[in-house]
């Protein structure tokens, strides 16, 4: 809930839309956020060789989890955010738009091909993918999400998800 609340901020405020866009506060929070994720993740792994109580050693890995995830995510949002307005690479973002108008449709087939593929109700590949292949294998999904999502949005105005959220709020 608190990412969900600070996305209701930051589009609240403007953040993203405002002219007085401050590229230096997001340099800023990517730096802040890259070394806050390496601390935390540091003192998680390191917290059970150092504390003698199992139990407290797991409560404080489970917090230190919880904020290196935090970190984490505010140094991707951030590098996101610069990637974006760097006008640099107008192709690439223009395709990222037209992935983000479709994005419930694009997380829900993107779990259910997750599910199929890696959990033991459909081909469960978890116990034979390393990390680098599970991320190929999300590398091509992505990718044909993009596909999929450029040939829908030159028929259709929304994502089929979309659309019946659309409906179902104009009942």
């Not at 999502?149 to 105005?157: A, D, I």
Request: net charge positive.
């Amino acid at each position: 809930i608190g990412v969900l609340l600070l996305g209701y901020w930051v589009g609240r405020e403007g953040i993203l839309f405002s002219k007085s866009y401050e590229r230096q506060w997001w340099i800023r929070c990517a730096q802040f956020s890259m070394a806050g994720a390496i601390v935390f993740s540091l003192l998680g792994y390191n917290l059970d060789v150092l504390l003698a109580d199992k139990v407290v050693s797991k409560a404080f890995i489970s917090i230190f989890a919880n904020w290196g995830n935090f970190a984490m995510m505010m140094a991707l949002v951030s590098g996101f955010v610069l990637f974006y307005k760097s006008e640099r690479y107008p192709k690439i973002c223009s395709i990222l738009r037209t992935y983000g108008r479709m994005s419930l449709t694009n997380y829900v087939i993107q779990s259910v091909i997750g599910v199929f593929l890696f959990l033991p109700v459909g081909l469960f590949l978890a116990q034979y993918c390393g990390t680098v292949l599970s991320l190929l294998i999300a590398g091509c999904v992505f990718a044909l999400q993009m596909l999929f999502s450029q040939w829908w949005q030159k028929r259709f105005v929304r994502g089929p998800l979309e659309t019946l959220v659309h409906r179902l709020t104009w009942l």
